[in-house]
Nanobody, 120 residues
Framework: QLQASGGGLVHDGGSLRLSCAASGRTFSGYAMGWFRQAPGKEREFVAVSWSGGNTDYADSVKGRFTVSRDNAKNTVYLQMNSLKPEDTAVYYC????????????????WGQGTLVTVSS
């Protein structure tokens, strides 16, 4: 079970940190991803934290967002800086299963989502 939190309203250029708490004892062995879905758009990949510590990002957030994890707390984070109105979306965390990491179908467990709104 995944529980995302930390969303809210922020001005253009602001920052937010999202958290995703996972239940279960095998969290450290899984890659954890963040996706987002804006109104009327498809869910899109944002970032992934691999179990070994590596990370990957969508080009649209590279240099602004940072994904990290605390295996002791079973939690993955998404630090979002220099936010833009186009970052407005519901953000989801998910556990990677197999396949291409930027595809939502490659993840088999999803959190409920947390809304991020960036005002101009």
């Amino acid at each position: 079970q995944l529980q995302a939190s930390g969303g809210g309203l922020v001005h253009d250029g602001g920052s937010l940190r999202l958290s995703c708490a996972a239940s279960g004892r095998t969290f450290s062995g899984y890659a954890m991803g963040w996706f987002r879905q804006a109104p009327g758009k498809e869910r899109e990949f944002v970032a992934v934290s691999w179990s070994g510590g590596n990370t990957d990002y969508a080009d649209s957030v590279k240099g602004r967002f940072t994904v990290s994890r605390d295996n002791a707390k079973n939690t993955v984070y998404l630090q979002m800086n220099s936010l833009k109105p186009e970052d407005t979306a519901v953000y989801y965390c998910a556990r990677f299963n197999s396949g291409g990491y930027s595809y939502a179908r490659s993840y088999n467990y999803w959190g409920q989502g947390t809304l991020v709104t960036v005002s101009s």
